[in-house]
């Protein structure tokens, strides 16, 4: 079982940064590939960027390519989603997973409660 907590969403205005944490719970936190994701109202949660279980394998959705950025340490049980440039259209509730290293959501078997982002013009 992992319990996952994000945090560090906020407001904050275009062009600006966000640095969001998950901290895991549990010894298991290295055996799970990880993901961050992404729910705006009335839309699908949408991939946004994973890493494999050792760090060292990442990927990013297109929309996110060049500004956004994950990380992990597996020493502190944590991931990190580094965003940079940030535009209105990134607003909505991000959330990490922990699961396969896939863009699928059925593919992550733990999820965190989500934390807002909103990106004002």
């Known amino acids: 079982q992992v319990q996952l907590l994000e945090s560090g969403g906020g407001l904050v205005q275009a062009g600006g940064s966000l640095s969001l944490s998950c901290a895991a719970s549990?010894?298991?936190?290295?055996?799970?590939?990880m993901g961050w994701f992404r729910q705006a109202p009335g839309m699908e949660r949408e991939f946004v960027a994973a890493i494999s279980r050792s760090g060292g394998i990442t990927k990013a959705a297109d929309a996110v390519k060049g500004r956004f950025a994950i990380s992990r340490d597996n020493a502190k049980n944590t991931v990190y989603l580094q965003m940079n440039s940030l535009k209105p259209e990134d607003t909505a509730v991000y959330y990490c997973a922990a699961g396969s290293f896939t863009e699928t959501p059925g593919r992550y078997d733990y999820w965190g409660q989500g934390t807002q982002v909103t990106v004002s013009s």
């Open positions: 549990g010894r298991t936190f290295s055996s799970y590939a």
